[in-house]
């Protein structure tokens, strides 16, 4: 029995040294707690695990399963990014946070020792609100601050704590751009620009057809009195066409336009009326002279 003593204490003290290398196994750890079972298949997919287990100090920001599908719809390069993001190198449970004097402060996380996060995009911001509330986000400007710590998971001091967050935290252009998700540009301002023509010029032809009717009695009137005139004051004129019948038929025609042409009508038709009776008068004298005489 003696002989064995001295190889067990060697063991034992083997095992001492071992221990922290192989203090916790997140893949084990996360199994024994269902709600957690696709945030834990995202870790051992990201090959993320594994790298987890190396580590003597951490703590983990799980998601549950209903939460979880914020990462798992990510591109696969973009989820080890966001995973990392979940994995703070240091210990920190509940009591720790609370301890927190200035109420907010920087965390560290895998994805900064990764060497892709730009900026401050490798770290965490907490922050303790005054009612108690703690919460986590991207240390981004800008990045909204909302995963709020729900409880405790499992802990061992001061190797390894798990807590559960409320959503994931995905930091802004973390696949890619930041400007990659901007809106294009507008382009419908200038579309109104021809119905506003083609309104300008619909109306355009109304007025000028109710102008031109207005108007139109008016055009058609006035030529009517200056035909009529010459018509009437040419039988009138003294020359040889007043006696002839072609003289009477404008006079007769004349009437029938204007009340105003039937005097001066009638006043042709007088006078070559009393010509021939003077001349008549003038004959009939001639001859009782002649017989007179």
């Known amino acids: 029995m003696a002989s064995r003593s001295p190889t067990i204490a060697l063991l034992l003290v083997l095992a001492g040294f071992t221990s922290p290398a192989s203090a916790f196994n997140i893949t084990r750890l996360l199994g024994e707690f269902s709600d957690f079972s696709t945030f834990n298949s995202l870790l051992s997919q990201a090959k993320l695990a594994d ?18 599908g914020g990462i798992s719809s990510l591109p696969s390069d973009v989820q080890r990014k966001v995973l990392s993001m979940h994995v703070v190198l240091d210990y920190y449970d509940k009591a720790k946070l609370e301890a927190i004097k200035n109420h907010t402060t920087l965390l560290t996380t895998m994805f900064q020792s990764s060497g892709q996060a730009t900026d401050r995009m490798g770290f965490l911001n907490f922050t303790k609100h005054s009612d108690g509330t703690m919460v986590f986000g991207s240390a981004e400007p800008g990045a909204p601050k909302n995963s ?21 935290i995905v930091p802004p252009g973390v696949g890619g751009s930041p400007d990659t998700g901007a809106p294009p540009p507008h382009k419908a301002a200038t579309a109104p620009a021809p119905a506003a023509e083609g309104k300008k010029e619909a109306p355009a032809p109304a007025p000028s057809d109710d102008d031109g009717g207005a108007d139109a009695p008016a055009d058609a009137d006035a030529p009517g009195p200056a035909a009529d005139g ?30 105003g042409s039937d005097d001066a009508a009638d ?27």
């Open 51 to 68: 790298e987890i287990n190396r580590r003597q100090t951490i703590t983990v920001l799980a998601v549950d399963n209903g939460a979880a």
């Open 267 to 293: 006043a042709p038709e007088g006078s070559a009326t009393g010509k021939v009776v003077a001349r008549a008068g003038l004959g009939i004298v001639a001859l009782l002279m002649t017989i007179i005489i």
């Open 230 to 259: 010459p018509a009437a004051d040419g039988p009138a004129a003294d020359g040889p066409g007043a006696d002839g019948p072609a003289a009477d038929g404008p006079a007769a025609d004349a009437p029938a336009h204007k009340k």
């Open 148 to 168: 709020q710590i729900v409880k405790s998971v499992a802990s061992r001091p001061y190797n390894i704590s798990v807590l559960q967050v409320s959503s994931p």
